[in-house]
């Protein structure tokens, strides 16, 4: 197995001046500076070493470097491995951070691949677990009140690529089948398309699947396409909002059938940190741990509610308007349901509402959007899980750093600088303006023809009507 210290180079003193070399981006070293002091290569090549042979194969990735890369990724705002490692190989400042020279060739998107094909998707949430544990050390993690949403990513499949499930027909296939069982002998392509258009349920994922990803599932996105997509669904500490658990479904997955799941994955990381101390000695996580659950209208259904209340959990989740409620031999359902709405029309119920877009959706912001994920390019829930793992870790990282120093992404750190100076020329100008009304509003000093001394001196002129 290849390590991060078996790569440094030890170059001769009389031509180093010569290599061309670059000072690195302040937010990356800064970062660097953060995962070498917390031991951060250590950690993976400990973790990794399962997967390598002592002494077979070529040289293989360094399990530092091939996660760095992936955080490169949420960094850079870039969605696919080819995209990371174009932008390495023509980044000297990304040379720096990952530890290559300008003379060394960096990881292409094949070896980025492999390396994550062999690496499980246990090891990816390791790493993530242990970026949540440098949280809980920094204090920015209380592990109380949890808030939890999803949304779909499109897949790395297309809708013209889907088969019936039964009988392995493609779409029109399956169109030109139906048309002939109804009497109508060789229609066209576009006589089966507008005849389809009249149709209802026409792609139900119990009848299609894609060939090139079954795992997808037929869904709608956010912007109204229908397409093959996963869903991601994340818990999300609601006092700092750090990502605490990270899990992927099937595009057309309920939320009121995956929030458990999510809840109790958060429940176990949130178990781990439990013992962290901070600097200080202080224990920042809650020693009796989730307490709290908030959600929007999309998790609001009688057996969520009251599975939360079995396990122990209070709800803060929206309810829609669904009018008259019949709750007869639904004695549990209505407990829980009535629980519910009084905690939400409370004062903390609607601070905790209020805040669920700056904790919760922001997250998904910083990921799916300026993060570069809004779309997948891998295939199988395994893989896209591995994906988001990092992507909820790198994400976890900004709000690290961001409150070490200031600056939660390259962009901020190049605003932050931007915003120093501003403030700086602000400042000249505030007291250039201040030295201004001082220089025109002072009062004059006396004048000199007051002084009776002066005044009766033989020198002055009698015609002076000043004197």
Known sequence: MGTR???????????????????????????????????????????????????????????GVYFRLMLIGFFEGIDSERGIAWRVADSLSLRHFLGYGIDESTPDHVTVSRTRRLLDSDTHKRVFSWVLEQLAQAGLIKGKTMGVDSTTLEANAAMKSIVRRDTGENYMEYLKRVAEAEGIEAPDAAELRRRDRKRKKKASNQDWESPADPEAEIAKLKDGRTALAYKVEQAVDMDSGAIVAVTTHGGAAADSATIVETL????????????????????????????????????????????????????????????????????????????????????????????????????????????????????GRENVLKRLLIQA???????????????????????????????????????????????????????????????????????????
Not at 449 to 462: A, G, K, T, V, Y
């Open 5 to 63: 210290k078996s790569r440094e180079r030890q170059e001769e003193f009389w031509y180093r001046s010569e290599v061309a070399e670059a000072p690195g981006h302040p937010f990356y070293r800064k970062l660097e500076e953060t995962l070498k002091q917390a031991g951060f290569d250590e950690f993976c090549e400990g973790e990794c070493k399962r997967f390598y042979a002592d002494r077979l194969g070529r040289p293989s990735l360094a399990p």
């Open 264 to 379: 109790c994955e958060a429940g176990e990381e949130v178990a781990k940190l439990i013992p962290v101390t901070t600097a200080a000695g202080d224990y920042p996580v809650e020693a009796e741990g989730i307490a709290e659950v908030v959600a929007d209208k999309g998790y609001h259904s009688n057996a969520v509610l009251v599975e939360v209340e079995e396990l122990g959990l209070r709800s803060y989740v929206a309810e829609p308007d669904r009018g008259p409620r019949n709750w007869e031999d639904k004695t549990a359902e209505r407990d829980a349901v009535y629980a519910n709405r009084r905690r939400i029309k409370g004062e903390r119920g609607k601070r905790l509402q209020s805040q669920r877009g700056e904790k919760i959706e922001r997250n998904f912001a910083h990921q799916f959007d300026t993060g570069g994920m809004d779309r997948l390019y891998l295939r």
């Open 393 to 467: 870790a790198a994400c976890n990282l900004a709000l690290l750093l961001r409150s070490l120093y200031g600056a939660g992404k390259p962009k901020a750190a190049h605003n932050l600088k931007a915003a120093v100076i501003f403030a700086f020329l602000r400042l000249l100008i505030a007291l250039f303006e201040a030295e201004c009304a001082y220089t025109i509003f002072r009062p004059l000093p006396p004048l000199l023809f007051n002084d009776p001394e002066i005044r009766s001196s033989p020198l002055l002129p009698l015609s002076n009507p000043a004197v």
